[in-house]
């Protein structure tokens, strides 16, 4: 009987000792973050209180639009009342955010928004549309600057594509030689083939591996048929932050783990190919602080 007790205790120690190894080694989880686009409306009207709740909530990071046409200063403030942190920010130089305001709420049309866009991120001056950023994202502290979106109207050539791809690195410079890094944000056009070319597969392998990364919205990528764990394994290092957004078959954008956008297999390979941030988004959701509710009861223990 001695013996017998002896053995059990021997192999619960040792059973243990196992577990506590595993729990050692398994990697920190990630926070959950949100890109406050998905509050603009209720950001415009109360700024204070709405980043606030999204603190109570137990986001802990958010990425911004520029400084939201505030003083920089003036929002990390805010930020850092609630215990937020902001690692990253949308291109957003001053005068650009009204424009963007505007065209989310319908009060310009789509063709004014496009091009108002379109010549705030000319690509003869992307020196200083970098430089106006790097203005708002050094008092935020954020780490990365994102290029939101190429149009179109600007990837339906091979010409236009390299002309993209060469404003790309120079913008990628200039942020580097400031201390940042640039990364590049997508949605469905970049994987609509231009001939047997893929604009995103373009800018991934003629951009600077080291000086641009990549914010991979999965529900755009997933809209146009893209896996995005395939992409993760073919250009390790090159993403790092994520767009937790959800996506019906039908196109119409979801809260997270209504769509289609497989999630659970996603987390952990993004995890293994470096993606550091991870931040849900809703484009005009009817209920925002419902959405990042739901949202969080979904994604955070998958993290």
Same mark, same amino acid.
């Given at each position: ?18 577990? =506590? ?40 990071? #958010?990425?911004?639009?520029?400084? +939201? ?16 942190? =902001? ?10 955010? %009204?424009?963007?305001?505007?065209? #989310? /709420? ?13 010549? @705030? +991120? =000319? ?8 430089? @106006? ?36 690195? $120079? ?6 030689? @400031? ?31 080291? %000086? ?21 394994? $073919? ?12 996506? /019906? ?14 999630? %659970? ?39």
């Amino acid at each position: 009987m001695p013996n017998a007790i002896d053995r059990r205790a021997v192999l619960g120690g040792a059973a243990a000792l196992a577990l =506590s190894t595993q729990l050692v080694a398994r990697p920190r989880r990630r926070p959950l973050g949100i890109q406050l686009y998905t509050l603009m409306a209720a950001l415009d009207a109360d700024f204070d209180g709405t980043i606030g709740k999204v603190a109570a909530m137990g986001y802990r990071e #958010v990425e911004t639009l520029g400084s +939201f046409g505030r003083d920089p200063a003036e929002v990390r403030a805010i930020l850092d009342k609630h215990g937020l942190v =902001s690692p990253s920010q949308h291109i957003m130089p001053p005068g650009l955010y %009204k424009v963007f305001d505007d065209g #989310v /709420a319908k009060r310009i049309d789509m063709p004014t928004f496009e091009r108002k866009f379109i010549e @705030a +991120f =000319s690509f003869d001056r992307v020196e200083g549309l970098i430089e @106006a950023c790097v203005a708002q994202a050094r008092p935020l502290g954020q780490k990365y600057i994102v290029w939101q979106i190429s149009w179109p109207s600007q990837l339906r050539t091979r010409a236009q594509i390299d002309q993209l791809i060469k404003a790309l690195n $120079r913008a990628a410079d200039a942020a580097h030689a @400031a201390g940042f890094t640039l990364a590049y944000h997508n949605h469905s056009q970049e994987f609509t083939k231009v001939g047997s070319d893929v604009p995103y597969d373009l800018i991934l392998q003629g951009t600077d591996p080291a %000086k641009l990364k990549f914010e991979m919205d999965l529900a755009w990528a997933v809209n146009a048929r893209v896996d995005p764990v395939a992409y993760f394994r $073919r250009f390790p290092g090159r993403f790092r932050m994520l767009h937790m957004k959800d996506i /019906a078959r039908d196109g119409s954008v979801r809260d997270p783990g209504e769509g289609i956008v497989p999630f %659970k297999t996603i987390i952990p390979a993004a995890e293994a190919a470096g993606v550091e941030h991870f931040y849900v988004e809703y484009d005009v959701p009817t209920d925002p602080l419902a959405t990042l509710g739901a949202a969080r009861r979904y994604l955070a223990p998958l993290m």
